[in-house]
């Protein structure tokens, strides 16, 4: 039995296996490109590493693509297997294959209350809050979040090897309640001591741009581009909120120049690529900037994936990207997925049901007028879509452009009201105020 760098408790009997999966964890961490190859290595060096095949399960499980789900299962069964050649592994292993087994089954919200419990006397164990903190992420949990790396920061010491890995979380986690100033001191602290922790990097990112302070928010990303430009697909992200926040500036050209190059450097469908590209583009037309053909590559990539609604999330932006170029049968296609998503059970079931549904009328103009109950339904059930606030502020605003079409100034005035609770005001959400013959009160 071996602890690794990371404090997880493992049954392998491999150094070489070893290394290779701290590289892994490392590189999850990161962000880093490395990571799919260091859980090779690790298998490779000890097929029987049971924290290797749930690591590899989650990583398919969290690029949310149907086609995957065949390889998480695969890795399930190989878990479960290595779990009987080691004798039952180890306490760790057993948490981490009953975590993965939640998971496959469709619920990322029971895997992740697996990992929290099964950790709560070591709740620094990097790789299961890491893995937490990911489903609730994509599950829009902020509190449980929170609640998470609350706990974890404080069985923090200065010997705790994902020190800097942890606070970048807990940065996160305390930016998406709006509590701005400690995220800012928490982020900063995780960057000064771990350079590499982009999540850390990011944290700080929300915070001058939800607090609307933009050229604190350029100058941070690019004084650290550096970092997030050795990240995988993360650099990308890392990238559309720099052009957020040129958007902001209303440096058009500069905008464009970002997602030629930083944002869409490569036709990906990587889901979380598209929702980049999407909502960025789709802000771009809002306030007015011609985007030539750009709208081209996502919506055939849309299109090939309209009956994939694994994630309810990934499914709207695919919707998002059908209906900017007129594809409507498409679309019409993909919004009767969602709808019969809806009837099923599982944690995306209900996402769908209770936001999916009614966010997909919203973005194809299929919409009834909302009255505020509504809309204050809708609004309350958005964080159930997963990502962060910065990423569904494209739902809000598409909600408020959908009632200022419909001219429905109260709509816009409510959710602008609700909105102001966690981002400044801006261009683009005045343009939509605008377009009603209205501002909100100061």
Same mark, same amino acid.
């Given at each position: %039995?071996?602890?690794?760098?990371?404090?997880?408790?493992?049954?392998?009997?491999?150094?070489?296996?070893?290394?290779?999966?701290?590289?892994?964890?490392?590189?999850?961490?990161?962000?880093? !490109?490395?990571?799919?190859? $260091?859980?090779?290595?690790?298998? =490779?060096?000890?097929?029987?590493?049971? #924290?290797?095949?749930?690591?590899?399960?989650?990583?398919?499980?969290?690029? #949310?693509? /149907?086609?995957?789900?065949?390889?998480?299962?695969?890795?399930?069964?190989?878990?479960?297997?290595?779990?009987?050649?080691?004798?039952?592994?180890?306490?760790?292993?057993?948490?981490?294959?009953?975590?993965?087994?939640?998971?496959?089954?469709?619920?990322?919200?029971?895997?992740?209350?697996?990992?929290?419990?099964?950790?709560?006397?070591?709740?620094?164990?990097?790789? !299961?809050?890491?893995?937490?903190?990911?489903?609730?992420?994509?599950?829009?949990?902020?509190?449980? %979040?929170?609640?998470? @790396?609350?706990?974890?920061?404080?069985?923090?010491?200065?010997?705790?090897?994902?020190?800097?890995?942890?606070?970048?979380?807990? $940065?996160?986690?305390?930016?998406?309640?709006?509590?701005?100033?400690?995220?800012?001191?928490?982020?900063?602290?995780?960057?000064? +001591?771990?350079?590499?922790?982009?999540?850390?990097?990011?944290?700080?990112?929300?915070?001058?741009?939800?607090?609307?302070?933009?050229?604190?928010?350029?100058?941070?990303?690019?004084? @650290?581009?550096? =970092?997030?430009?050795?990240?995988?697909?993360? /650099?990308?992200?890392?990238?559309?909120?720099?052009?957020?926040?040129?958007?902001?500036?209303?440096?058009?050209?500069?905008?464009?120049?970002?997602?030629?190059?930083?944002?869409? !450097?490569?036709?990906?469908?990587?889901?979380?690529?598209? =929702?980049? $590209?999407?909502?960025?583009?789709?802000? %771009?037309?809002?306030?007015?900037?011609?985007?030539?053909?750009?709208?081209?590559?996502?919506?055939?990539?849309?299109?090939?994936?309209? #009956?994939?609604?694994? &994630?309810?999330?990934?499914? &709207?932006?695919?919707?998002?990207?059908?209906?900017?170029?007129?594809?409507?049968?498409?679309?019409?296609?993909?919004?009767?997925?969602?709808?019969?998503?809806?009837?099923?059970?599982?944690?995306?079931?209900?996402? =769908?049901?209770?936001?999916?549904?009614? %966010?997909?009328?919203? +973005?194809?103009?299929?919409?009834?007028?909302?009255?505020?109950?509504?809309?204050?339904?809708?609004?309350?059930?958005?964080?159930?879509?997963?990502?962060?606030?910065?990423?569904?502020?494209?739902?809000?605003?598409?909600?408020?452009?959908?009632?200022?079409?419909?001219?429905?100034?109260?709509?816009?005035?409510?959710?602008?009201?609700?909105?102001?609770? +966690?981002?400044?005001?801006?261009?683009?959400?005045? /343009?939509?105020?605008?377009?009603?013959?209205?501002?909100?009160?100061?």
């Amino acid at each position: %039995m071996k602890r690794d760098a990371y404090g997880l408790m493992t049954s392998t009997d491999s150094n070489e296996a070893q290394r290779a999966f701290e590289n892994a964890v490392f590189g999850l961490a990161a962000h880093r !490109p490395s990571t799919g190859v $260091a859980i090779q290595s690790t298998l =490779a060096a000890d097929p029987h590493h049971v #924290a290797g095949h749930a690591l590899k399960g989650f990583a398919n499980l969290i690029l #949310a693509r /149907s086609e995957l789900d065949e390889p998480a299962v695969k890795a399930l069964v190989d878990a479960k297997a290595a779990l009987v050649v080691r004798g039952g592994g180890t306490g760790d292993e057993r948490t981490l294959a009953k975590a993965l087994e939640a998971a496959v089954e469709g619920s990322f919200s029971r895997a992740a209350d697996i990992l929290d419990d099964g950790f709560e006397d070591r709740s620094v164990t990097f790789l !299961p809050f890491k893995i937490s903190q990911a489903l609730r992420f994509m599950l829009g949990d902020a509190r449980g %979040m929170l609640r998470a @790396s609350t706990r974890a920061v404080a069985r923090l010491d200065t010997g705790t090897t994902a020190r800097g890995f942890v606070l970048g979380c807990h $940065a996160f986690s305390l930016e998406e309640h709006g509590r701005y100033a400690e995220a800012l001191a928490a982020g900063q602290l995780a960057v000064a +001591l771990q350079p590499d922790d982009s999540w850390g990097l990011h944290a700080v990112s929300h915070v001058f741009e939800m607090r609307g302070d933009t050229a604190e928010g350029i100058d941070w990303l690019e004084a @650290s581009r550096k =970092a997030w430009s050795r990240c995988n697909n993360f /650099s990308f992200h890392m990238a559309w909120h720099l052009g957020l926040l040129h958007l902001e500036r209303g440096d058009h050209d500069r905008v464009l120049q970002i997602y030629d190059d930083d944002v869409r !450097p490569q036709q990906t469908d990587d889901f979380r690529d598209m =929702a980049n $590209a999407v909502s960025l583009l789709w802000r %771009m037309e809002q306030s007015g900037v011609h985007v030539g053909d750009r709208w081209t590559d996502l919506a055939e990539i849309a299109h090939r994936r309209k #009956a994939d609604t694994t &994630l309810i999330f990934a499914a &709207l932006h695919n919707l998002a990207a059908m209906v900017a170029v007129g594809d409507r049968d498409g679309a019409v296609e993909l919004v009767s997925h969602i709808e019969a998503k809806a009837l099923r059970m599982d944690d995306q079931g209900r996402v =769908a049901a209770e936001i999916g549904v009614p %966010m997909a009328h919203i +973005l194809t103009g299929l919409h009834a007028p909302a009255d505020r109950h509504m809309l204050e339904r809708m609004v309350a059930n958005l964080p159930k879509i997963g990502g962060s606030n910065a990423q569904r502020d494209f739902f809000v605003l598409a909600l408020a452009r959908a009632m200022a079409s419909d001219g429905n100034n109260v709509g816009v005035s409510r959710i602008g009201q609700i909105r102001q609770q +966690l981002k400044a005001d801006d261009r683009l959400f005045k /343009s939509i105020e605008h377009s009603v013959g209205m501002s909100l009160p100061a």
